[in-house]
Structure formats: C-alpha cells, structure tokens
C-alpha cells in the first residue's frame, strides 16, 4: 500500500476526483506550475491542464468569489488560499455570500465549492502563516469546517468535502503536513463529515483535540503510564460530533480538550458548554482547557511560548486527575 | 452618436540606460556626493540581502525575502522622501529601511522572528513590515488625508509589488486617492513574479501604471533598474501630492533575482536563462558604469565602500545576535494597552507552566506529578 503524508495524500484525493468528475476545477495562488507553495496541487495542472487547474490573480476575495459564481453555474471549484492569515480579505464572501445562498434563495441556489487552507503554526514563519482562525468558520451558519490530523483521514474527508452538497472549509495542519507518513488506499473510501474518531480508548480522562494537536496528544498519552486516557479526534469541527464526546465524558467523568487556537470562544469552549448541558451529572472534576493564550501568535523567536505542547497536555491532566471527587 | 470620451497614454521614463550612459535633458538636479550616497546605499542593501541569505540558511534567521535586483528601485526612490513624509512598505524593502536610517540591527532581529525589530525608532518615518499582499497602500492613503486635513506639508508614500494590483484593498486605495486628492505616492515594484505568477497572468493590462487612469490620476512607468529615472518620478510625484495635486502611480519595473522568499525555489517556474539576462541588468553595475564615466569611481573606493558595508552588517548582526530572548510573560505586554483581567491571570499561568518545566528538570527523580513528566527537545 502508499505510504503517503497529509500533503500527498491531499493531492491524490484531488487527482482521483478530478478525474472522476470533470466539473470539478481547482483555483488559487501558485497552484499551477509551482503545485501550490506547499506542493498539494503537484502535477495536477500538467494532468489537467490549465482550464481546470487555475493559477489566480493574487486575490483572495477574487479566488472565493469566483468559486461562488462557478459553483452557481454547477460546476465543484476546490479554492485554495495560501495561508490562513489570507483568508481574512475573503471573509465578506464566505460570511455574507457563500454560507447564506441556499438559504437567501431557499434552496434555489447551493454552494458546493470546498475552501482549502493551510493552518496553525509549525513553520517557523512570517506573521499572518501561524495562526488558528477556525472559531470564526465554525461560528458561521451554512458553513462546514474540517481538519483532518492525517494522511489517511485527509483523503478519506477531502472526498466527503468534495462531494458535500454544502459549503466545506478544509483546514490541513501545516505543523504535520510531512510529519506524518502513514498507509493510504488508492482506491475510493470516505470519511464521513460530522464524525469523531476515538484514537485510543481509555476509562480514566477523556482528552478531546483535532488538527496538528492529535499527534502532540498522542504522544503526550505515551507518556502517561498510570492513568487510562481516551483520545478523541474531532475532525470536524462544525458539525461537533457531540454523541462521541458525552458517551466517553460519561464512561470518564473527566475532561481535557485541547487546541493552539486561543482559549477564549475557541472550540473548546463550545465542547464545554455541549458538556454542560448534556453530561454535567457525570462530571468529576472541572474541565481543563490546553489552549493559545488571548494573545497574538508571537514571531518565531517566541513562538514556543504560545502554541501547546505535550507537557502542558500532561499537566492537565494530572490536575484533572488531582481535582478528581 | 458615438463618440471617444477619453484617451489615455503611459509615459515610460529611464535615464540611465545599461550602458550607463545618461540622458543629460531628463537627468534630476544630484550632486556628486548625493550621487555616491546613493550607490552607497544600494551597496548597503546588497551586502545586508547577502548577509541574510547565508545566516537564514545557517538557521540563524527565519523565512526571509530577499531584495537582491531591486535595488535601484528601493534607493532611487526613497532618495526623494523626505524625513517627515511617513512611507508604508511591503515586506521586501529592506534597501528602504535602511536608507530611512532604521538601525540595521533591528532588521535583522526582525527577520529572525523577533517581534520587537519591529519596534521602529521615533525618529524614523516608517510603518512595520506588511506581510498580507495589499493592504498598506489603503493605510498610506489614510495618513495622506490626514496629513492633508492637519494641513501638513508632507505626504504618504507606500510600496508593494506587481501581485498587490490584483487585491481589491489595492483599487480601493487607488480610488480613495483619487477621490480625496490624497498626497499619497503609490510605489510599485513591478519584480514581474508574484510568487511563481508572471505578471502577464497577473493582469490583462499592458502596463500597471495605467490603472492609475481609471482612478483619475497619472501613473507613470519607470525603468526600474535606473537609480536616476525612479528618483526622478518620485521626486516629481511628491512635489505634485505636497503641492494639492494629489497622488500618482510610479511602476518601476524591475526583477527578482531572487527566490520569492527562502522557502521558494524560483527554478521551479522561471527558465535559469531568464534571471542571467536581468543579472546583465544589475542595477548596482549600472550605476557604477555611470559613475566610472563621471570619473566619481575608483577601485579604492569600491572596496571602501564594500568594507564599510560589511562592517556596519557585521556589527548588526552582533549586535541583534546579544539580545535575549524575551521572558515567556512579557508575550502579553502588546495586547492592549493595558492588561485585561483575563490576560493578567493567563500571564500568571504562563509563569507557572514554564516554572513547572524548570522545576520538573532541577528536581529530575523527585517527581510529584500523578502521570509522569516529559522533556521536550
């Protein structure tokens, strides 16, 4: 079997569909000849060709605006924007354009399309290319929002995304783009949208994470000798798969969710609140949050500082076990 | 009825031409010594780009975007911004920086991921790096009206490249410009790639000066590898916005020599023969040709002026390189102006998980945790 990272794997859910369907079309900055700055869209354009493999004007407001009206006219674009931090001039039309058609239009009009965005940090660059934007997705009525952790599950939802009668944001961890080399089947199977994966089964703690934060946790987890914790991986984010998460806090009692976006209105927050109101009685200990700090992401000197790692998953966990009734 | 409403043509503008022969009717009024400074500069600027790849390939700074073929552009131009006009860069104009007197040490500290190389002395007139494509030019059109309304002499002056003419904050500022007769100078470095697009794909128009046009002022293309014409449209643009005339487009056009930043590979999308014609075009060798003519150039001082540059880099470099590290705490200082309640207890917690992992490493054996404890490279 391939044994692919998240970027190739990507890029061979891409192939695959493309191939299957001719309506769908690829846009964005650099995607072309120089298959994308992170090379997710290798080869396609000579696979191709240009009339669907399309190299944009550097306009991210353009890229997704497009996609829209072509989505509109029935074909699938699949945009890409280069970073997170360029998804923000794009905003008026994933908020006010592309998540609202079907219900502006009461289903006369839908928006199929899929954005896809590299994110968080891990790459030692610039400002604007380490941020975790994905509350102000998930906030937005109309609008799915994926993030897969590896290479198997990127394929596997970014044909689900493809294929989604809605509006998708597929968000792909740059931190783990190739750190991750896993078995990956040629052949077509799909994750479904909506769906948590439990890593790792445990009776003691559950530790609720997604994206590049899977694999701080996993191995934070191989660390932890004495005390069973569940890993649960979200992968979508909007819709929360809230039936995976009560029906382990009620086999724990106990809560740790962690994600490098900033702690407050982050994910987290949201998993709290679904807690609170569906599996309060069967809590044991107050719900530890390993976030981002209410800061902005600092340059790469200082970096370290802010994103979470495996100690800071560990920590809480020993206080959740430590404030445990 | 038919009939034509408006026409419109582009002037393009070079002075100095590869020979380094010069066009004694267009030439701007500079001195000898002005002269000098500027190729002074621009070897300043080429020294610190070279410095900068070798360190960033050493790990010793982070992604770094490299100014090397541009020179002419950067110097040239800012050579005609006075000291309180305020200029809002894009991400490449460390030749910029450097001419408006912004301690070099700063820059590099800046480009190793040090947040605080941004922190701009007072008396330099310059806003921090733009990293998002697009977006200063509408802030430099702002200061302008400011200006205008405070009724200041000064006036605005913004760079970006060929791929910001496709944002929609870009038109936007070109249109408020227009609009507000705003004293506001718009420089673009036409490097003929946005990353690995060619400017041809970027736009259908012949040239970007022209979309000046649209928004009811004049652009003007220059050669951008010609200190002398871009000094020149700079000059008289400036004039022109300090007078009340309002702004201008100047396209200086240029190349990259250069990858996109260091984390591109430009071989994968320009031809090798391509970047060897422009390096013929060096804009440092072209003003050195002139200068070698005006007899104002010797080898003695070409080698002077190279020592001198790479003293004041070497220095630069010690000098960012001494700096400590920031404590984990002191991440929260810029948020506000002061500290919210919430930030006060997360930089409380901060101190404690940073103090837990000290803590954890010296007592190494004694360790109280309930799950163990980990040592992260």
């Known amino acids: 079997m391939l044994q692919l990272n998240i970027v190739e794997a990507v890029n061979l859910a891409l192939k695959q569909e493309m191939k299957r369907d001719k309506e769908i079309v690829l846009l964005g900055e650099d995607i072309g000849e120089d298959g994308g700055v992170f090379r997710v869209t290798d080869n396609l354009s000579k696979l191709y060709g240009n009339e669907r493999v399309i190299d944009t004007p550097l306009a991210e407001s353009g890229i997704v605006g497009v996609s829209f009206g072509m989505a509109l006219a029935g074909l699938k674009p699949i945009a890409e924007i ?64 994926v993030i897969p952790s590896n290479p198997y599950d990127a394929k596997g939802l970014m044909i689900s995304a493809i294929r989604d009668p809605d509006p998708v944001i597929f968000f792909e961890p740059k931190k783990v783009y190739r750190a991750i080399k896993q078995e990956v089947p ?26 590049a934060a899977v694999k701080t946790a996993y191995e934070a987890v191989q660390h932890i000798s004495n005390i069973s914790v569940e ?18 806090v009620k086999k724990t009692g106990k809560v740790v969710i962690a994600h490098e ?30 976030t981002g700090y209410d800061i902005i992401v600092p340059y790469p000197k200082h970096e370290d500082y802010y994103f979470i790692n495996q100690q800071r998953i560990i920590n809480a966990v020993d206080k959740v076990m430590k404030n445990s009734i | 009825m038919k009939k034509v409403l408006e026409r419109f043509q582009v002037e393009y503008l070079q002075i100095l031409n590869e020979n380094g022969n010069c066009d004694k009717k267009l030439m701007p009024s500079l001195t000898k010594k002005q002269i000098k400074e500027m190729y002074e500069y621009m070897v300043l600027t080429r020294v610190f780009d070279d410095k900068a790849l070798k360190l960033q390939r050493q790990g010793r700074l982070g992604t770094y975007a490299p100014t090397r073929g541009q020179e002419a552009s950067q ?25 408006r007197k912004m301690p070099m040490e700063l820059l590099f500290q800046f480009w190793a991921g040090d947040e605080r190389g941004m922190n701009i002395p007072k008396n330099v007139n310059m806003f921090p790096v733009a990293i998002t494509v ?35 904050d870009f038109h936007e500022a070109m249109n408020f410009a227009g609009v507000y007769k705003a004293p506001c100078v718009f420089i673009c470095q036409n490097n003929q790639y946005a990353i690995s697009v060619p400017v041809e794909e970027q736009t259908a128009s012949r040239t970007l ?80 040709k002139y200068m070698k003519k005006a007899g104002m150039f010797s080898e003695r001082y070409e080698n002077e002026v190279k020592k001198i540059a790479e003293g004041l880099v070497e220095k630069a470099v010690a000098k960012a390189e001494s ?55």
């Open chain 1, 82 to 145: 280069q970073f997170e931090g360029f998804l923000m001039p794009a905003l008026d039309q994933i908020i006010n354009h592309v998540s609202r058609i079907r219900n502006r239009s009461k289903g006369r009009y839908t928006a199929p399309l899929v954005i896809r965005c590299p994110i968080g940090g891990g790459i030692k660059a610039l400002e604007h290319h380490s941020d975790s934007p994905e509350t102000y997705f998930v906030h937005t009525p109309g609008l799915k929002v």
């Open chain 1, 186 to 211: 040629e052949k077509e199977y799909l994750i479904p949208i909506g769906k948590a994966n439990v890593v790792k089964e445990g009776g003691d703690v559950t530790l609720i994470t997604y994206g």
């Open chain 1, 231 to 248: 890993l649960i991986d979200l992968r979508t984010l909007k819709p929360i798969d809230t039936e995976t998460i009560i029906k382990s």
């Open chain 1, 261 to 290: 976006a900033q702690k407050t209105l982050g994910v987290a927050a949201e998993i709290i609140a679904r807690i609170n109101e569906k599996a309060f009685y069967s809590l044991e200990a107050p719900i530890e949050r390993v």
């Open chain 2, 75 to 99: 110097i040239g131009s800012v050579f005609a911004v006075q000291d309180d006009d305020m200029v809002f860069p894009a991400f490449r104009e460390n030749g910029v920086y450097l001419a």
């Open chain 2, 134 to 168: 697009g977006a200063q030019p509408l802030h430099a059109v702002g200061y302008a009206i400011a200006l205008k309304y405070k009724k200041m002499k000064a006036a605005a002056v913004t760079y970006f490249g060929d791929g910001a003419t496709s944002e929609g």
């Open chain 2, 209 to 288: 000066a022209q979309k000046a046009i649209a928004y009811g002022f004049d652009g003007i293309k220059v050669d951008g590898n010609d200190p002398f014409a871009v000094y020149k449209a700079t000059y008289d643009a400036l004039r022109k916005a300090r007078s009340g005339k309002g702004p201008t487009l100047i396209e200086c056009f240029t190349y990259r020599i250069g990858d996109h930043t260091t984390s591109d590979d430009a071989k994968k999308y320009r031809k090798e023969k391509e970047v060897k014609e422009w390096e013929k075009k060096d804009p440092i060798l072209r003003l050195k």
């Open chain 2, 323 to 377: 700096i400590q590290r920031l404590k984990p705490e002191e991440i929260f200082n810029y948020t506000y102006a002061s500290l919210t309640e919430e930030l006060k207890e997360q930089k409380e917690q901060i101190k404690l998980e940073n103090f837990t992992i000290a803590e954890k490493k010296k007592s190494a054996g004694k360790n109280t945790s309930v799950v163990g404890e980990l040592e992260e490279a």
